[in-house]
């Protein structure tokens, strides 16, 4: 059986983290979004970093847990590509983009979700 929910945000933010991805962050969007009930957002400073993240989380939340992307939006060219797995949508984000538009600011009523030990 494959995590769903809240195991499959930490397992992306987990993926993520390996891959030196920057200021991890999981909200929980329930009530409030219609689209997903988590939202991972990381960042990465380079067009490798970023590829290197998406690479790895798409490619460790499948082998380890089974859980295949839906859709994604963007390219790392594009500097802001969205993995959708239906439930949580991982959000990665070259650093400049992700102060521009301000996520943390338009979801600032979801309830971050504590990922780390």
Request: proline content about 1%; overall charge negative; hydrophobic content about 40%.
């Amino acid at each position: 059986m494959s995590i769903q929910g809240k195991q499959l945000a930490v397992a992306c933010a987990k993926a993520a983290d390996e891959t030196k991805a920057e200021n991890i962050r999981i909200w929980d969007m329930r009530g409030l979004s219609n689209l997903t009930d988590f939202m991972v957002v990381c960042s990465g400073t380079s067009m490798p970093q970023l590829r290197a993240i998406l690479r790895d989380v798409a490619g460790k939340v499948e082998e380890e847990h089974g859980v295949k992307t839906t859709h994604a939006e963007g390219k790392a060219d594009t500097r802001w590509v969205v993995l959708d797995y239906i439930d949580v949508m991982v959000h990665v984000m070259h650093q400049e983009l992700r102060d521009y538009y301000g996520l943390e600011d338009l979801w600032k009523d979801a309830k971050e979700v504590v990922w780390q030990d």
